[in-house]
């Protein structure tokens, strides 16, 4: 069993930071792809950002490219999203996901990943 434990998510003005974090426990030796998702009241779950198993590729949704970054402290299942220039589209809240099973197919798919976070809520006024 695998346990996310996510921080960092409040209320901003447009313009602002925020960088959330995802801590994952559990059985979670070794390295894993982890991803960012959100979602919005009334719309689907939407990818946000990615990062690969080994060599540490990140892959962004076209909405967040330029403005959101997504690292991992080194040899810990720990991953970082540093949001700037917030939007109130940006406005959801935030899922971190980790591929434990080590799954094949797009990293924009939730269908890969296999443990999911509560969640933390991102508001971002105008």
């Known amino acids: 069993q695998v346990q996310l434990e996510e921080s960092g998510g409040g209320m901003v003005q447009a313009g602002g930071s925020l960088r959330l974090s995802c801590a994952a426990s559990?059985?979670?030796?070794?390295?894993?792809?982890m991803g960012w998702f959100r979602q919005a009241p009334g719309k689907e779950r939407e990818f946000v950002a990615a990062i690969s198993r080994v060599i540490d590729n990140t892959y962004y949704a076209d909405s967040v490219k330029g403005r959101f970054t997504i690292s991992r402290e080194k040899a810990k299942n720990t991953v970082y999203l540093q949001m700037n220039s917030l939007t109130p589209e940006d406005t959801a809240g935030y899922y971190c996901a980790i591929d434990r099973h080590y799954n094949s197919g797009s990293y924009s798919n939730e269908k890969r990943y296999d443990y999911w976070g509560q969640g933390t809520q991102v508001t971002v006024s105008s």
């Open positions: 559990g059985r979670t030796f070794g390295r894993y792809a």
